[in-house]
């Protein structure tokens, strides 16, 4: 009976480690732009204009509010996702991938960035780099996450293909 308590003290440390470590490699963003655990910014009417646009489906029309933004926000990674993510869907996923690696570069665990970054591989053919942003997200999401989800589908669906599924990448 002295050793009964043994199990039960190192059940507990390893479950306060792992939740250490899902808080310790938090951040990332989300979706086009944010993350809802990251304190919240004071709202830039131009940025809350683009987003719009984009739900609205209107890439090109988001781009130029994106590139002010940007102009005027030169550290706002979700900025640049935002206009990468624009870019990409109104139809070219080539020149959406610098913006998303400036992005990327700004915020290396943003997980909206790893997700599209990676369609735009795949839109490109670029199955390798693909499963590199995959494999980040794997990491920065101990325990799974939305991004890291929807990434591996269309990577799947790629690779299932042959190739000839992928993300679209065209105007709607």
Partial sequence: MKMAWRPAVFGVIGVLLLSGLALA???????????????????????VAA???????????????LEEVVTH??????????????IRKNGDPARSIPVYQKALALD????????????????????PKAKE???????LCLFGCEQYTDLKKAVDA??????KVKPAATRN
């Fill in 25 to 47: 490699d938090g951040g990332g963003g989300g979706g086009g732009g944010g993350d809802e655990s990251r304190p919240a910014k004071a709202e830039n009417p131009a940025m």
């Fill in 51 to 65: 987003v719009q646009a984009i739900e609205a489906k209107q890439y090109a029309r988001a781009i130029p509010m």
């Fill in 73 to 86: 926000q030169p550290r706002n990674a979700d900025a640049y996702n935002w206009l990468a993510y624009a």
């Fill in 108 to 127: 290396p665990k943003h997980r909206g960035a790893h997700e599209y970054i990676g369609e735009a591989y795949l839109a490109l053919g670029d199955l």
């Fill in 133 to 139: 942003h995959l494999a980040r997200l794997s990491r």
């Fill in 158 to 163: 790629y690779e299932k293909s042959a190739g």
